[in-house]
């Protein structure tokens, strides 16, 4: 019998068609079962709703602490996922199962394959839990107590505060999470876990593409070519082509999963707000709900029940017809604007969507669900960094409702609402972190800066030095020629002699093209690679400070303390005001790299 294959993802990411499909193609005999919510709905898959098999995630929150500079709500679900997992296979009476993140292609016959792997309860690719084959439930069962347990038990919990200060003596990025969970269950019991990235008959599995686990890298990724639709890398040591049987892109490699599909066809998205099977009832509902609307035309509810079941049926016309109709009976109507949003998507008017979204958010402003689908819609227009705002806003509200005396869920929140421009609302929030834990040193200095900038729609925060340097990275060019043009910049400022008394000033100009959560993620990578590279001590490290757009006022208070312009090879000349061009110093790398003041 074909193992199943799970996945589990909050909210509709723009590649989870493709790695839905690429599991579906290559295991086509496997059940592949999507653990989500109502905004990933798809075909090819046994949708379920995570929400279902949150009761032992919740206990474990009420025992977790967080440690590390991760946002809370995304460290905390990694840990969650294990547990949703195991309620899941309890519940699906499931023996064993390939888990695989929603990040991860897979290339590989994995029911083939678990037979050499037969003899470990739990394999995974090193500590990194992207790919992982449940061999027994029990084997699940035994990892959660454990994990647990490490949080609840004051003696095991030494064991995690003795890694994280290690972590902080070492410089390391610090961070406890689901990985350290693996690892230090893989040394107390060695035999009980298998490593899937023990290269077997020139084949392996990836960790993760911007790392290079022995192989050539190209601009920053695996350097991969396919053979008869199956990825190949050349391994260092041995020189050798082997084959992947999974792909994972995580960080700023995700753009780049729809270049790796060797699939035939992409799933059909399905409805967010309709949760009924789409069989012979649908119909049933739609003959019946039209009878009722005959009998009862100022009924909002028969022609909110039909709209429902049209919907189902891919009747979206139709539908849209029906949720505008309840909304012109009753505007507020919740559940309305939501279906008829759904509705629009589907017949590609997402724009409308987006006002119709917009319009549920008046009525229900703390709504994860209609923030998680308005960052679906701003995808689907593409503009990216208001569906990355409003996907941040749905995470934080969940995550408040799961654990609301949590400081940092409160705190989390109230950065979600500052990055809407909504400062009133975070300022409230910070205000509610702060008086559930009167130390917490970091919402008190989001207070601070968002009192500050209250009548600003976007928060500056520049930390300036004795020394500092600007850029103006180009944004329209591909991320792995930023990523090496900044890794080149930060190299010759980490090997100057005074970089402690440096800061670097980054653009980013929205309207330039910049989309802040890649221009976070490329920055933190570059930063912590060139950290562990050169050994630096992260104490004598520079500032980094990204800034976005500034007015001709805020320009003018800066400049003078600006020492340098730092040219790059490809520059946003048009992100660049002219009082900068002509006020400041241009400085180039020589040809070795080093940066001269």
Same mark, same amino acid.
């Given at each position: 019998?074909?193992?199943?294959?799970?996945?589990?993802?909050?909210?509709?990411?723009?590649?989870?068609?493709?790695?839905?499909?690429?599991?579906?193609?290559?295991?086509?005999?496997?059940?592949?079962?999507?653990?989500?919510?109502?905004?990933?709905?798809?075909?090819?898959?046994?949708?379920?709703?995570?929400?279902?098999?949150?009761?032992?995630?919740?206990?474990?929150?009420?025992?977790?602490?967080?440690?590390?500079?991760?946002?809370?709500?995304?460290?905390?679900?990694?840990?969650?996922?294990?547990?949703?997992?195991?309620?899941?296979?309890?519940?699906?009476?499931?023996?064993?199962?390939?888990?695989?993140?929603?990040?991860?292609?897979?290339?590989?016959?994995?029911?083939?394959?678990?037979?050499?792997?037969?003899?470990?309860?739990?394999?995974?690719?090193?500590?990194?839990?992207?790919?992982?084959?449940?061999?027994?439930?029990?084997?699940?069962?035994?990892? #959660?107590?454990?994990?647990?347990?490490?949080? /609840?038990?004051?003696?095991?919990?030494?064991?995690?505060?003795?890694?994280?200060?290690?972590?902080?003596?070492?410089?390391?990025?610090?961070?406890?999470?689901?990985?350290?969970?693996?690892?230090?269950?893989?040394?107390?019991?060695?035999?009980?876990?298998?490593?899937?990235?023990?290269?077997?008959?020139?084949?392996?599995?990836?960790?993760?593409?911007?790392?290079?686990?022995?192989?050539?890298?190209?601009?920053?990724?695996?350097?991969?070519?396919?053979?008869?639709?199956?990825?190949?890398?050349?391994?260092?040591?041995?020189?050798?082509?082997?084959?992947?049987?999974?792909?994972?892109?995580?960080?700023?490699?995700?753009?780049?999963?729809?270049?790796?599909?060797?699939?035939?066809?992409?799933?059909?998205?399905?409805?967010?707000?309709?949760?009924?099977?789409?069989?012979?009832?649908?119909?049933?509902?739609?003959?019946?709900?039209?009878?009722?609307?005959?009998?009862?035309?100022?009924?909002?509810?028969?022609?909110?029940?039909?709209? #429902?079941?049209?919907?189902?049926?891919? /009747?979206?016309?139709?539908?849209?017809?029906?949720?505008?109709?309840?909304?012109?009976?009753?505007?507020?109507?919740?559940?309305?604007?939501?279906?008829?949003?759904?509705?629009?998507?589907?017949?590609?008017?997402?724009?409308?969507?987006?006002?119709?979204?917009?319009?549920?958010?008046?009525?229900?402003?703390?709504?994860?669900?209609?923030?998680?689908?308005?960052?679906?819609?701003?995808?689907?227009?593409?503009?990216?960094?208001?569906?990355?705002?409003?996907?941040?806003?749905?995470?934080?509200?969940?995550?408040?409702?799961?654990?609301?005396?949590?400081?940092?869920?409160?705190?989390?929140?109230?950065?979600?609402?500052?990055?809407?421009?909504?400062?009133?609302?975070?300022?409230?929030?910070?205000?509610?972190?702060? /008086?559930? /834990?009167? &130390?917490?040193?970091?919402?008190?200095?989001?207070?601070?800066?968002?009192?500050?900038?209250?009548?600003?729609?976007?928060?500056?925060?520049?930390?300036?030095?004795?020394?500092?340097?600007?850029?103006?990275?180009?944004?329209?060019?591909?991320?792995?020629?930023?990523?090496?043009?900044?890794?080149?910049?930060?190299?010759?400022?980490?090997?100057?002699?005074?970089?402690?008394?440096?800061?670097?000033?980054?653009?980013?100009?929205?309207?330039?093209?910049? &989309?802040?959560?890649?221009?976070?993620?490329?920055?933190?990578?570059?930063?912590?690679?060139?950290?562990?590279?050169?050994?630096?001590?992260?104490?004598?490290?520079?500032?980094? #400070?990204?800034?976005?757009?500034?007015?001709?006022?805020?320009?003018?208070?800066?400049?003078?303390?600006?020492?340098?312009?730092?040219?790059?090879?490809?520059? &946003?000349?048009?992100?660049?005001?002219?009082?900068?061009?002509?006020?400041?110093?241009?400085?180039?790398?020589?040809?070795?790299?080093?940066?001269?003041?």
């Amino acid at each position: 019998m074909a193992i199943p294959i799970i996945l589990i993802h909050r909210s509709n990411s723009n590649y989870l068609p493709y790695t839905i499909a690429q599991a579906k193609w290559t295991n086509p005999k496997s059940r592949l079962f999507f653990i989500g919510d109502e905004s990933n709905r798809y075909e090819l898959v046994e949708h379920d709703f995570f929400a279902k098999y949150m009761d032992a995630a919740t206990e474990f929150a009420h025992v977790y602490r967080h440690l590390s500079t991760n946002p809370i709500e995304y460290e905390l679900f990694c840990f969650q996922r294990w547990f949703i997992l195991k309620d899941f296979m309890s519940r699906q009476a499931l023996e064993q199962c390939f888990y695989l993140d929603s990040d991860v292609m897979l290339y590989e016959d994995i029911t083939r394959d678990q037979q050499r792997l037969k003899n470990v309860q739990i394999a995974l690719t090193a500590d990194v839990p992207s790919a992982v084959f449940v061999n027994d439930f029990a084997s699940l069962e035994r990892f #959660c107590s454990f994990v647990f347990n490490l949080y /609840q038990n004051p003696d095991s919990f030494q064991i995690i505060e003795a890694a994280f200060k290690a972590q902080l003596q070492n410089n390391l990025a610090t961070s406890i999470s689901d990985m350290f969970a693996f690892a230090e269950y893989r040394r107390q019991y060695p035999h009980q876990v298998g490593d899937l990235l023990e290269i077997k008959d020139d084949s392996t599995y990836d960790a993760g593409m911007t790392t290079s686990d022995g192989f050539e890298l190209l601009n920053g990724v695996k350097a991969i070519h396919f053979q008869h639709q199956q990825p190949f890398g050349k391994h260092l040591d041995s020189d050798k082509t082997i084959r992947f049987k999974v792909l994972h892109f995580q960080g700023r490699s995700k753009r780049s999963i729809k270049d790796y599909f060797t699939g035939d066809r992409l799933p059909t998205h399905l409805s967010h707000e309709c949760n009924a099977q789409l069989d012979s009832q649908a119909e049933s509902s739609i003959v019946h709900w039209s009878t009722v609307r005959q009998t009862q035309p100022a009924e909002p509810e028969a022609h909110y029940e039909l709209g #429902c079941a049209l919907l189902e049926q891919g /009747q979206t016309s139709d539908a849209i017809h029906c949720f505008q109709t309840v909304i012109q009976l009753l505007p507020t109507f919740v559940g309305a604007y939501i279906n008829l949003g759904v509705a629009l998507i589907q017949h590609n008017r997402a724009e409308e969507a987006v006002r119709c979204y917009q319009s549920a958010l008046e009525l229900q402003p703390n709504s994860a669900l209609i923030y998680g689908n308005l960052g679906y819609a701003y995808a689907e227009i593409g503009q990216t960094q208001a569906s990355a705002d409003h996907t941040a806003m749905c995470n934080a509200l969940e995550t408040l409702a799961l654990k609301p005396d949590w400081a940092e869920a409160h705190r989390n929140l109230g950065l979600a609402y500052q990055q809407l421009g909504k400062v009133d609302d975070a300022i409230a929030c910070f205000r509610q972190a702060i /008086q559930l /834990q009167p &130390d917490f040193l970091a919402a008190q200095t989001d207070l601070q800066n968002a009192l500050l900038n209250q009548d600003l729609q976007q928060q500056q925060i520049i930390h300036l030095k004795a020394i500092n340097l600007i850029i103006f990275p180009d944004w329209q060019q591909p991320l792995e020629a930023i990523y090496l043009e900044l890794e080149n910049v930060l190299k010759g400022i980490l090997t100057h002699s005074q970089q402690a008394k440096m800061a670097l000033l980054v653009y980013a100009d929205r309207s330039a093209g910049a &989309d802040p959560t890649d221009v976070e993620m490329v920055l933190n990578e570059v930063m912590f690679t060139s950290l562990m590279t050169l050994a630096v001590d992260i104490s004598e490290s520079p500032e980094v #400070c990204l800034i976005h757009r500034l007015s001709t006022a805020q320009w003018e208070a800066l400049l003078p303390q600006i020492q340098a312009w730092i040219r790059l090879n490809h520059e &946003d000349f048009t992100a660049i005001p002219e009082t900068v061009q002509q006020t400041l110093v241009s400085l180039e790398l020589d040809a070795q790299g080093n940066l001269h003041l």
